[in-house]
């Protein structure tokens, strides 16, 4: 694995206006999750929700790397992957307090978000549902806009026939399509480790399909395999595969006990926090800190106003939905 | 009689099942070391061990086929999938390997394993956690399908269904859960329904949450001086005719309330069955269900969606009118 050096050095981010532009959506992505955890816990967002917090290197890394024409399906715990694409996050945080002016107009609530307009085909509830959809918008793509389609999943996906239908069917009609397995350790309160059979990436090697184990925490260093495998798929290679070793800094969904969690386990992950590895990045490229300062207050007082915003907006009256498009 | 909430009443009875038949096994996804996302299962992995209670990878087609295959070599197999909605990954294996067994085998082995799933909606869990998947497999024969109401009938029907030697899919609203009630050590049969409440004017046949609901209504319409009577299935498939038309007998009217979408549901087949036997008892009858669309997470369109007790109320107040 290329793991990066948290000792900062200059010369690491090829272009530091795009990498703060980067700091920015994870800070959204990050403050984001905080302020939907915040709403839950005072009973406006409902259900369940599955926060994003700690692998923010992953959406915003790769996302950086796409063009207009590439597609994205992400899973339920997607709400980086809808900010890294650009999706309006009042809308977003809307349809999450299930309101009439949420981006599904509070039909489809967290786990099921959707924004063609922004290349993201959707939010997959079922495990490994992402690489399904992801798959076919691959095989539209290679004969229409020459677009790349992503699938994000989590290492729990690995063990669903899913995925390997998916990658053998891709590689034998060698599709535009980057498979980004979230390592974040666990599924639900399971160690991936007690279910899941020898390595990861070792299952897309089987196939023939280029594989990188990567650093998750690291922005840079996914950009890096990103590109790589965007090449390959944009090329006309077929499919690549990344696994981005990551961590998840809350618990899976709304009731998650956390007992799982071998002592200090957390605090390890927390000190390669991946906004906090890209700030000291960004300063040791002369980046003068009291610009990031202002960037984190602006993002911060950009939620406050969305709460404010969100929480005042009507919750939609009736379900005027047609079975069928006429 | 002591009182138990469902959950427990759930955990009870596969603790009892797994003491009384070392052939039984229960695994599926977090069940074991965690005790299940729904903490239906705590407990057992630490009294059974990981030869009899285990933790699985997220692969819901092997987990199937696995409790089919153990099921015809000797083992009483108890699988767990988290959500009702998921059982689309399982349907292969159970729809044609384990519900064809014994018929292909002329009758020589069946198949002897329980599928517990949660199922519902009113959680505010969107369209892809909160669905009803009994008429997706009301059209299989060889399964039974089971959904308890109350915590006693969730804890004898679940050790009726792991003793039963068929297929069972055993329905686990998910607003149930923390239901109080009395349980005894009665044992239940699968394919028989219950009067849970007698009245002349109306029977509202029902299952699941939705008897709740029905008993609200029913109470609600018995200030108007409406008695309906209320009747929970219980079992879906095989489902116990003879209480119902029994019932239509005395009322002459017949609702049934159905958590699922109108169109293909049971709902409609009680209606065909009852009407096939009892028609010239009939005054009316009818379906009070979901509409044809998946179902909302926003809470003002799930409320509407559900057919509550006001509805049943209010459908019932305007055609006996
Ligand atoms: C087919 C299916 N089975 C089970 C679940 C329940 N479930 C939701 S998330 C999850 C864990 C998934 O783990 P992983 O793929 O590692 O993703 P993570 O949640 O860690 O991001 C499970 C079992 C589901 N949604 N779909
Ligand atoms: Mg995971």
Redesign the interface.
């Known amino acids: 694995m290329s793991r990066v050096s948290d000792e900062p050095a200059t010369g690491v981010l090829d272009d530091v206006e795009l990498y703060l532009g980067i700091y920015r959506r994870m800070l959204l992505i990050r403050g984001f999750e905080d302020l939907v955890q915040s709403l839950f816990l005072k009973g406006e967002v409902?259900?369940?929700t599955h926060l994003y917090s700690g692998q923010e290197a992953v959406a915003t890394g790769v996302a950086s790397l796409l063009e207009e024409r590439d597609r994205v399906a992400a899973t339920y715990r997607g709400h980086g992957h809808a900010l890294a694409l650009g999706v309006d996050p009042q809308k977003l945080l809307d349809e999450m307090l299930?309101?009439e002016t949420?981006i599904n107009?509070?039909?489809?609530?967290?786990?099921?978000v959707n924004s063609l307009a922004d290349r993201l085909i959707g939010s997959?509830?079922?495990?490994?549902g992402s690489i399904a959809a992801a798959t076919g918008a691959a095989l539209a793509l290679q004969r229409t806009t020459g677009g790349v389609a992503v699938a994000y999943f989590g290492d729990?996906?690995m063990?669903?026939?899913y995925f390997f239908e998916c990658l053998n069917f891709a590689q034998v009609l060698k599709l535009p399509l980057l498979l980004v397995c979230e390592n974040n350790q666990y599924?639900?309160?399971?160690p991936f480790r007690?279910?899941?059979a020898g390595e990861i990436r070792a299952r897309a090697e089987v196939m023939e399909v280029p594989a990188e184990t990567i650093d998750g925490m690291s922005v840079w260093a996914v950009r890096e395999a990103a590109a790589r495998a965007v090449a390959h798929a944009r090329g006309g290679n077929g499919p690549a595969f990344i696994e981005a070793l990551t961590y998840r800094f809350v618990g899976h969904s709304r009731?998650d006990?956390g007992?799982?969690r071998p002592e200090g386990e957390l605090e390890r992950w927390k000190q390669r926090d991946p906004i906090v590895l890209l700030r000291a990045q960004l300063e040791a490229e002369g980046v003068d800190g009291a610009r990031l300062d202002e960037l984190e207050q602006a993002v911060a007082r950009e939620l406050e106003e969305m709460r404010e915003r969100g929480l005042a907006a009507p919750?939609?009256?009736?379900?005027a939905?047609?079975?069928f498009k006429d | 009689m002591p009182t138990l909430d469902f959950r427990s009443a759930i955990r009870e009875a596969l603790d009892e099942e797994l003491a009384a038949d070392e052939r039984v096994i229960l695994f599926g996804e977090d069940i074991a070391v965690a005790g299940g996302v729904f903490a239906t299962t705590t407990g057992l992995y630490e009294k059974y061990g990981a030869e009899r209670v285990f933790d699985t990878p997220i692969s819901e087609l092997a987990l199937a086929g696995a409790a089919f295959g153990s099921a015809v070599t000797g083992l009483r197999p108890v699988l767990e999938v988290m959500f009702g909605d998921f059982l689309g990954l399982a349907m292969d294996s159970l729809v044609n390997q384990s519900t064809k067994y014994w018929f292909l085998t002329e009758e020589q082995v069946s198949v002897p394993l329980t599928i517990r799933s949660v199922v519902g909606a009113g959680g505010r869990f969107g369209a892809i956690h909160s669905q009803m998947p009994v008429s997706w497999f009301m059209g299989v024969p060889g399964l039974k399908i089971v959904g308890p109401s109350t915590p006693a009938d969730a804890k004898a029907l679940l050790k009726a269904s792991i003793r039963d030697d068929n297929p069972v899919l055993f329905f686990e609203h998910k607003r149930l859960y923390g239901n109080q009630g009395e349980v005894d050590a009665t044992p239940a049969r699968l394919g028989e329904a219950a009067v849970v409440r007698e009245g002349t004017d109306v029977t509202i046949a029902t299952a699941m949450k939705s008897v709740h609901d029905a008993l609200e209504a029913a109470e609600a319409l018995a200030a108007d001086r409406v008695l309906a009577e209320v009747i929970d299935l219980r079992t879906l498939r095989p489902l116990d005719l003879e209480t119902v038309v029994a019932s239509v007998r005395k009322t002459n009217r017949l609702a049934v309330v159905e958590e699922g979408p109108v169109t293909g549901g049971w709902a409609g087949e009680v209606l065909a069955s009852v009407t096939e036997d009892a028609l010239g008892y009939l005054d009316d009858a009818w379906r009070i269900a979901t509409p044809n669309t998946p179902i909302p997470y926003s809470p003002p369109l799930e409320d509407a969606f559900l057919p509550g007790p006001a509805r049943i109320a209010a459908e019932i107040r305007r055609r006996l009118r």
């Open positions: 409902y259900g369940t299930a309101r949420g107009g509070g039909r489809a609530g967290s786990m099921n997959f509830g079922i495990v490994g729990g996906a063990n669903q026939g599924g639900e309160y399971t007690s279910v899941t009731s006990p007992a799982y919750f939609p009256s009736e379900l939905a047609r079975e």
